[in-house]
T-cell receptor, first 113, second 114 residues
Framework: KAGVTQTPRYLIKTRGQQVTLSCSPI?????VSWYQQTPGQGLQFLFE???????NKGNFPGRFSGRQFSNSRSEMNVSTLELGDSALYLC????????????FGPGTRLLVL | QQQVKQSPQSLIVQKGGISIINCAYE??????FPWYQQFPGKGPALLIA?????SEKKEGRFTISFNKSAKQFSLHIMDSQPGDSATYFC?????????????FGGGTRLMVKP
């Protein structure tokens, strides 16, 4: 079974731009969560989508948003990019009834200049 | 507020030794405690996980010990190998019915010397 895939793997943007990242979960997984990883703040939860609905949200500004499609694929969007948004953005998927296990993709490394 | 505290930040162990990483949590609503292993340039990989109804879980060379009253849990890596050199994260999550949102510890960079 293929793992979680994320595209693109690397991205360079400038301040003020917006960016969209994509995540395809493991086949059959309906929950998709997004995390931000930085050297300073570590791994932080952004939001979770389940059955096309945002089920949980972390403590991030409204510039960070996401959505989930009927095939469980998910996108996250960051508008008005700031230098501090430079990070590795990780997507994780999980299977209902799997006890909470989340499986991560390789991440998208975003650099904001 | 850091809800999961992890120590040490870095650890050097000789090949064949035991690596021990500790975590403490504050939120009593946490119900699921996984450990992840991350290599440079890769996403975190689920290693082993435990729930509060058991005090220990072992999978191969990896063991989680869990102390509910102290709100602490730890990862033991037996017979540590150079290939185990990676960053390890503990995490915690509330009841799965509430959704999937992991709170991570700060990470431990493990180096196993040959």
């Amino acid at each position: 079974k293929a793992g979680v895939t994320q595209t693109p793997r690397y991205l360079i943007k400038t301040r003020g731009q917006q960016v969209t990242l994509s995540c395809s979960p493991i086949s059959g997984h309906r929950s998709v969560s997004w995390y931000q990883q930085t050297p300073g703040q570590g791994l932080q939860f952004l939001f979770e989508y389940f059955s096309e609905t945002q089920r949980n949200k972390g403590n991030f500004p409204g510039r960070f948003s996401g959505r989930q499609f009927s095939n469980s694929r998910s996108e996250m969007n960051v508008s008005t990019l700031e230098l501090g948004d430079s990070a590795l953005y990780l997507c994780a998927s999980s299977l209902p009834g799997d006890g909470g296990a989340q499986y991560f993709g390789p991440g998208t490394r975003l650099l904001v200049l | 507020q850091q809800q999961v505290k992890q120590s040490p930040q870095s650890l050097i162990v000789q090949k064949g030794g035991i690596s021990i990483i500790n975590c403490a949590y504050e939120n009593t609503a946490f119900d699921y405690f996984p450990w992840y292993q991350q290599f440079p340039g890769k996403g975190p990989a689920l290693l082993i996980a435990i729930r509060p109804d058991v005090s220990e879980k072992k999978e191969g060379r990896f063991t989680i010990s869990f102390n509910k009253s102290a709100k602490q849990f730890s990862l033991h890596i037996m017979d540590s190998q150079p290939g185990d050199s990676a960053t390890y994260f503990c995490a915690a999550s509330p009841d799965n019915n509430a959704g999937n949102m992991l709170t991570f510890g700060g990470g431990t960079r493990l180096m196993v010397k040959p």
